[in-house]
């Protein structure tokens, strides 16, 4: 019964398709703990902890776990990013529905925690590329990536193991910003985003054309150039 009543977001969805059977699950701004409840009901996870810095979600997670009669596998916990975990705790970390920079200082701030995580699934709802270059930065190798439209938000979804950082890039600068995987596969909602976001950039440029300051001028060249690097990308 219950299982039926838990929907998903096909955002969060995204993200629970790629826990690993079998994985003791940390979901850092977990929310109301939908996802980790969501993840045990479905067979994906053994255990997890449920991490919320706020209160008013930490109380809404603990309410949704016992609801679900599931406070003996979900741990709620209250603390900043992987404060919540002890070293060796999960091998499975997801953070979404936050923006890219700081979900790469919550991995900063708590790089002791990792040691013993296999996967890491994140999901930025705002500059993807700073996760891209943290991971990259810190010996993860992205091995998988999703874009998806929702509510008519565009979301991506990052996955990463240990590995060989460099691998899934042939022209890293570009595909640092657009996801290798995601420039491979290109799909309607990529085609949407990079429109817009071509579109926005060419805006900027013809707002600062007649620009006289220094950082003006420079900021206006930085456009030129990150417009021209992604339109050479999208044409190959």
Not at 8 to 28: E, M, N, Y
Not at 121 to 132: C, K
Not at 163 to 179: A, W
């Amino acid at each position: 019964m219950f299982v039926n009543e838990l929907q998903l977001s096909k955002r969060l969805q995204t993200v629970a398709s790629f826990i690993p059977k079998g994985s003791v699950l940390a979901d850092i701004g977990s929310d109301h703990a939908y996802l980790p409840c969501y993840a045990y009901l479905h067979g994906y996870i053994t255990k997890a902890i449920a991490g919320e810095v706020a209160d008013g979600p930490f109380r809404s997670a603990k309410q949704q776990v016992e609801k679900s009669g599931l406070s003996h596998v979900i741990s709620v916990r209250k603390g900043d990013g992987l404060q919540v975990v002890t070293p060796n705790e999960v091998d499975c970390i997801t953070i979404a529905g936050m923006g890219g920079t700081l979900i790469s200082n919550i991995l900063e701030n708590g790089k002791e925690k990792l040691e013993n995580v296999k996967r890491l699934i994140l999901q930025p709802n705002v500059g993807a590329h700073i996760v891209r270059q943290w991971l990259l930065n810190n010996e993860w190798e992205l091995i998988d990536e999703r874009i998806l439209e929702e509510d008519g938000q565009i979301y991506e979804v990052l996955v990463a193991e240990r590995g060989d950082p460099y691998r899934p890039y042939t022209q890293l600068h570009v595909e640092l910003l657009l996801g290798p995987f995601l420039l491979k596969e290109r799909n309607e909602v990529f085609g949407k985003k990079w429109d817009m976001e071509m579109k926005h950039w060419q805006n900027v440029i013809e707002q600062l054309k007649h620009a006289k300051t220094e950082e003006a001028m420079e900021k206006k060249q930085r456009f030129v150039e990150t417009l021209q690097m992604v339109e050479e990308a999208l044409k190959r």
